[in-house]
């Protein structure tokens, strides 16, 4: 068999690391665990490499090794991910030992010499207790999300109905004069807080959609050099920066199968958010080009940019960025989440340049294929 024959008939399967400083431990038990993916390491250091690479479900290991011990391992693998499942072995029976590794939170032990039934056994536990972790987690993590989401939602919507509601009062009480500016001031101001409010409920529709509808693709042929225009013509954020000069350098390629509605969506966050976070006056640059097997849509700015520590959070749900630090930053936090989703649902990357200060550059790459 062939490395790459091998590594398709391994594909699906689930992967144990086995951790022993004897070779010949670790071979049995890779003979006695035949229907996994078995992967060994020699010692911790290894091990944490391994495991760095992703992918490992079950990690099997020794107590004592030299370099970093079984106990230090199982301590540094639960702080990477607290649901993987570790099987300590041990030949040791002293109370320390066995105290030390479920105080680092050992899911089950063996002990030596190996009883290669149990073994398989304890590993099969093993792999259904790590599914029942992660719903678990994932369970705490949605409590954790709708609590954010609510206390968001709460926070969006107070601001603009104070303000209407204080309007109103003084409306009531007949403290408003037509001929006054400032009243006049005040309407436009109390307008635009209605139309506000109008926006965030579009937009919760919106992602009411997205979280409710199926993750499959509706394909349709799509021209991406007709739809960029278009989005830009319809962003309310580019109409409400008129100062901002927008060039386009789109070169005229072949449809590709797209979600039309998806990819929409995707790309006029992408161009919103260029023109909101830029100043009264600047540019922004489209292109799109072929590189390669790829079509590569690129939005830069010469807005305020994104400090680099705040990059890798910008795609999380509900991050936004908020380069004056007001936190009245408009939206939910949750267009770049899904345009990165929507993106990778057609197999395509979103890749961020940017310093605080000197504009960003997005790009969005997307396989070419043509239909």
């Known amino acids: ?31 006695a665990l035949k229907g996994y993916r078995v992967l060994q390491a020699g ?24 370099k970093l011990n079984g106990i230090e391992l199982l301590r540094r693998l639960k702080e990477m991910e607290p649901t993987l499942v570790v099987i ?4 040791y029976a002293e109370k320390d030992i066995i105290l030390n590794a479920l105080k680092a939170d050992a899911d089950d032990f063996i002990t030596k010499p190996l009883n290669l039934l ?30 954010n989401f609510l206390s968001l939602i709460s926070h969006k919507f107070r601001t603009p109905l104070t303000a209407i509601s204080l309007f109103l009062q003084n409306l009531a009480c007949g403290v408003y004069d037509p001929e006054d500016p400032e009243s006049r001031r005040n309407l436009e101001l109390i307008f ?99 590189s390669g097997d790829e079509y590569l849509l690129a939005v830069e700015d010469t807005g305020v940019g994104i400090p680099r520590d705040e990059i890798p959070k910008i795609f999380e749900k509900f991050y936004q960025v908020d380069p004056e630090g007001t936190g009245q930053i408009r939206g939910f936090g949750l267009g770049l989440f899904y345009a990165r989703e929507f993106v990778k649902l057609h197999d395509g990357t979103i890749s961020i340049e940017s310093e605080a200060g000197a504009g960003t550059r997005v790009t969005i790459a997307l396989p070419s294929a043509a239909t």
């Open 88 to 91: 300590v072995m041990t030949g």
């Open 192 to 290: 635009g807080q209605s139309r506000y409010l109008e926006s965030l409920v579009s937009e919760l529709l919106a992602f009411s959609r997205f979280m409710d509808a199926e993750a499959g693709l509706q394909l349709e042929p799509c021209l991406l050099q007709d739809l960029i225009p278009k989005l830009v013509t319809s962003s309310r954020e580019a109409v409400a920066k008129p100062g901002i000069v927008t060039s386009f350098d789109l070169a005229p390629l072949p449809p590709i199968s797209l979600d039309r509605e998806k990819i929409t969506f995707a790309i006029g966050q992408i161009i919103d958010n260029a023109y909101k976070f830029s100043r009264e006056r600047g540019k922004i640059t489209i292109t799109l080009r072929e």
């Open 1 to 31: 068999m062939d490395i790459v024959t091998k590594m398709q008939s391994e594909r699906g399967l689930k992967s144990i690391l086995v951790v022993d400083d004897e070779s010949v431990i670790r071979d049995l038990c890779a003979k």
């Open 118 to 147: 149990q073994l398989k056994t304890a590993v099969d536990r093993a792999l259904d207790k790590k599914v029942l972790k992660e719903e678990i987690a994932n369970l705490k993590s949605m409590d954790r999300l709708k609590s």
């Open 43 to 66: 010692d911790g250091e290894e091990a944490l490499r391994l495991f760095e690479r992703g992918g490992i479900d079950v990690i099997l290991t020794d107590v004592m090794m030299p």
